[in-house]
T-cell receptor, first 114, second 116 residues
Framework: EAQVTQNPRYLITVTGKKLTVTCSQNMNHEYMSWYRQDPGLGLRQIYYSMNVEVTDKGDVPEGYKVSRKEKRNFPLILESPSPNQTSLYFCASSLWRGSYNEQFFGPGTRLTVL | DQQVKQNSPSLSVQEGRISILNCDYT??????FLWYKKYPAEGPTFLIS?????DKNEDGRFTVFLNKSAKHLSLHIVPSQPGDSAVYFC???????????????FGKGTKLSVKP
């Protein structure tokens, strides 16, 4: 089954404790992206990757890191989480349709930073 | 400044009637628009799209209309069903924009409730 998987689905942590949220896709997509969803703010892009070893900042990259060592994986790293990073996070991968990216989303990771 | 705006946080419609969800954008460089649907505890799923060279795209009960001069698009659902109850996100893309080709800019979403 074609899908984007994220782990963990739920995480409660404390300020300053490094964490990684994994994302994996099995559709051989080149483009991958991370978003956060917050009440009243919609979906905002954190980082994206056009291909292996190619990453770039989205609209809200502060406090996050990413890496793209393999095509299928795109982990999101929070080196020193803070309470304002409490949010619902979505990973997405894209099939380029020639004129736009139809993005396929993972199920989400709900992160709480105390 | 928000480039994609969905000014109605919520919409309630009776089953069988038409649902109209609206979206406005400010950047005239956007050339592709998409609608996503999101159920609770799930990721958004692609619903329908439209290119800026068209003014209408239809897929079953879902139709998207684009008015470029007004920088406005709308999603029509006819007839509305209780299973359509979800949050709907409008998104825009600048496909010819440098290295961020294909990046989607999302609105804040509209929560649709279809009552039986």
């Amino acid at each position: 089954e074609a899908q984007v998987t994220q782990n963990p689905r739920y995480l409660i942590t404390v300020t300053g404790k490094k964490l990684t949220v994994t994302c994996s896709q099995n559709m051989n997509h080149e483009y991958m992206s991370w978003y956060r969803q917050d009440p009243g703010l919609g979906l905002r892009q954190i980082y994206y990757s056009m291909n292996v070893e190619v990453t770039d900042k989205g609209d809200v990259p502060e406090g996050y890191k990413v890496s793209r060592k393999e095509k299928r994986n795109f982990p999101l790293i929070l080196e020193s989480p803070s309470p304002n990073q409490t949010s619902l996070y979505f990973c997405a991968s894209s099939l380029w349709r020639g004129s736009y990216n139809e993005q396929f989303f993972g199920p989400g990771t709900r992160l709480t930073v105390l | 400044d928000q480039q994609v705006k969905q000014n109605s946080p919520s919409l309630s419609v009776q089953e069988g009637r038409i649902s109209i969800l609206n979206c406005d954008y400010t950047n005239s460089m956007f050339d592709y628009f998409l609608w996503y649907k999101k159920y609770p505890a799930e990721g958004p799923t692609f619903l329908i799209s439209i290119s800026s060279i068209k003014d209408k795209n239809e897929d079953g009960r879902f139709t998207v209309f684009l008015n470029k001069s007004a920088k406005h698009l709308s999603l029509h659902i006819v007839p509305s069903q209780p299973g359509d109850s979800a949050v709907y996100f409008c998104a825009a893309s600048r496909t010819s924009y440098g290295g961020s080709q294909g990046n989607l800019i999302f609105g804040k979403g509209t929560k649709l409730s279809v009552k039986p």
